[in-house]
Each structure stands twice: as C-alpha cells, then as structure tokens.
C-alpha cells in the first residue's frame, strides 16, 4: 500500500471510469485519512441510483418466471457499436446465471453451414424459468450476411419470409420475446470505433468489419427498413431503442422489459415507464423511414 496519497503529477492522464454503482456505494461514506475524493457528475450518480432499482426488479421478475415457469427470449440487434453488449451486461448482473443465458454464436462450421439456417439457434431458446439473450441473432441473415456477402440473395429473401412463422410459433408455444434494434447515429459510432482503437480494454470488441459499417452505412439502413418492412408483426413486433445516450438507451431498455411482464411486487407503473424518445415501435420507426429514405442524413443509425 502506498504512503501517501498520490497527486495529480503521478496519475496519467487517460479517462478511466469508476466500475458502476462504485460512487452509489460509497455515496454515505465518512471522511478519513485513507479516502480520497473523487469528483463525478450527478446524472451519473441518478443513473447509477435508477439502474440499481431496475436491477432489483429485474431479481423480482427472475424470482417469478422461475415459480411459474415463463420462458422468456430477448434478441439484441443494431449496428456495430451501438450498446447491445453493455446494456446485455447490465440486465445479468445480478441475476442468477442458472437460469440466464447470453448467446453471441459464432461463424458456422462447416457441418452448421449445412444444417436449416435457424436449426443452431433454436437449441439455444429458453426453457422453463430462463432468460435467454441473443446478442446479434438469426437477423444475421437480414442485414450483416447480405450487405457483406455472406449470403445469397435468394437466402436472404427466404428468410425474411419464414422468421415471421418461426417467431409466431414460438410466441404462440408461450415464449415471451423481445426484439431489440439499437439505433445509433453515424457520427456517434465514429466515435466508439475510435474509443475501442485508443483504450486497450475495449480493443477486444474490434473487429475487421467495423471501419465498413461506416463505408456500408447507406446500405445497412436500407437492410434495416426491409427487415422491419418484413419482420415487424403484431405477435413479434420490433422495439426500437435510440442508443446515443448508452445509459438512457440501458435504462429504457430494461425498463420496457419490466414492464411488459406480470411479476409479483412490481413497482408502479409510473416508475417504469419509458422515455418516447428514446423507446420507439417498430411501426412508427418504419413511418419515419418512408419518409426520409430518400435523405439518409435524416435517418436514423
């Protein structure tokens, strides 16, 4: 341990951040020889008190779906960049890792590539009591496969037309499923890339086609208003999450979950209702792209 506290001249420089929820438990903590001060802004200290409270909610919801044996499927999509992997992260912190489970399959082996195309996702759904996490999911096919090449064209279009029955038969056996589509803006992404290039703890998160989401922009959206064009169905409808703001995009994420489910000591409603301008469906997503496709700076990511 060292003697003395450190002074600004023995500390680099690089923006590290306190682990989250560390300022919220240490908010009531006493002044002392061995502590330190440490400044931070106060809508990051109200998130960390709002994220904490979803948590708990979201104990009380795994506690429930494990009594009366709910099954329940969230699919996370977007563009690279766009938080699905964080706000993932933040939904399981705290729940019991025997009935969660986070899916982030890899390229098909050779035998996979062979198999129904859906045929490896649908080993992982959720069984009894079990939440289940699709980070990126079969809507591969939809966007990533066809803008890189991955995929054929005829595949692509079949796949568009057989998901809606694939996600109405799971609805209908009593899986509750969400879909996710994180919406991040052009230039916002610029920036994240470039974060995963400078700080060495996120430089796992690069990959080799992440300078051509900026190159394929135009065409990931057009991917993007044919997949919810074919895909958006009142059984399975998309949910729309603006994630400029990651923590905002979190938060309301989480909290729509909650409050689409029956859970016992639920908080009142008001408490867990969405920002519009951050939450969006997937119908009115589609309006807004009809109307600007022609302007894709208008879009959104």
């Keep these: 341990m060292p003697s003395k506290k450190p002074n600004s001249g023995d500390i680099k420089k690089d923006k590290i951040k306190l682990t989250e929820l560390t300022a919220l438990k240490n908010i ?8 330190s001060p440490i400044w931070i802004k ?5 998130y960390e008190i709002e994220l904490r409270k979803l948590q708990v909610e979201l104990m009380k919801l795994q506690k429930s779906m494990k009594a009366d044996g709910t099954r329940v499927l969230l699919i996370f999509e977007g563009r690279d960049a766009a938080g699905k992997g964080g706000t993932i992260k933040r939904f399981i912190a705290h729940l019991n890792p025997r009935n969660t489970r986070v899916v982030a399959l890899v390229k098909p082996n050779e ?5 129904w195309y859906f045929q490896r996702y649908i080993s992982q759904l959720p069984s009894a009591g ?3 996490f699709f980070d990126r999911s079969w809507y591969n096919r939809a966007m990533v496969e066809p803008v890189m090449g991955f995929c054929t064209d005829e595949q692509n279009k079949r796949f568009l037309k057989d998901v809606p029955m694939l996600e109405e038969l799971l609805v209908k056996d009593g899986i509750k499923l969400f879909k996710f589509y994180f919406s991040v803006s052009k230039d916002e992404q610029k920036k994240r890339f470039d974060s995963r290039k400078k700080d060495i703890l996120k430089q796992y998160k690069l990959s080799p086609v992440d300078n051509l989401a900026q190159k ?3 065409l990931y959206s057009l991917r993007k208003f044919q997949m919810l064009q074919e895909t958006n169905r009142t ?3 998309w949910t729309i999450i603006r994630s400029d703001n990651k923590k905002l995009a979190r938060l309301n994420c989480i909290k729509h979950v909650l409050s689409s489910m029956d859970y016992d000591d639920k908080l009142p409603a008001k408490d867990l209702t969405v920002d519009p301008n951050i ?3 997937g119908i009115d997503e589609l309006r807004h ?3 600007h496709l022609m302007s894709p700076n208008k879009l959104h990511g």
């Design 130 to 132: 079990e939440m289940v």
């Design 279 to 281: 939450v969006v469906s």
């Design 111 to 115: 035998t996979e590539s062979t198999q």
């Design 216 to 218: 394929y922009w135009d």
């Design 289 to 291: 792209m009809e109307e």
């Design 28 to 35: 009531d903590a006493e002044e002392s020889n061995d502590r």
């Design 235 to 237: 059984l399975s409808p």
């Design 42 to 46: 106060n809508w990051h200290l109200a």
